[in-house]
């Protein structure tokens, strides 16, 4: 069992890219939601926020993983299901990017696999 991601910005990714190497959720449900302030759960295909991809914080690249090119969750629980998809979990991954912390407030939910 792992905690339900939130989306806008209530889960941190881990990029393993040079330059950004944390980034955060972004697409997430509408009407499915878990928490104090009514964060939408991600779900497999949501896109997390562009991120920049190389580089160094000195010499910061402007190559991103953006504008239509945002990773989408590829991977969700298969028994629980919101909308019609997987609900994304912390360890998921967008592509290559893992999620890997998730806000709840004072209602953690969690999901199994
Ligand atoms: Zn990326």
């Not at 990029?15 to 950004?20: A, E, M, P, Q, R």
């Given at each position: 069992m792992a905690k339900i991601a939130l989306g806008k910005g209530k889960s941190t990714v881990t990029?393993?890219?040079?330059?950004?190497t944390k980034g955060v959720s972004d697409q997430c449900s509408t009407d499915v939601f878990v928490g104090d302030d009514k964060k939408g759960v991600v779900r497999v295909g949501d896109r997390m926020k562009d991120h920049l991809v190389s580089g160094?914080?000195?010499?910061?690249?402007?190559?991103?993983?953006?504008?239509?090119?945002e990773p989408a969750l590829s991977k969700g629980s298969e028994t629980v299901i919101v909308n019609n998809k997987g609900v994304g979990r912390?360890?998921?991954?967008y592509g290559s990017e893992e999620i890997s912390t998730t806000d709840h407030g004072s209602y953690p939910v969690e999901a199994g696999g």
């Open positions: 990029t393993f890219h040079g330059c950004d160094t914080t000195n010499n910061p690249c402007t190559l991103k993983h953006g504008k239509g090119l912390v360890g998921d991954k």
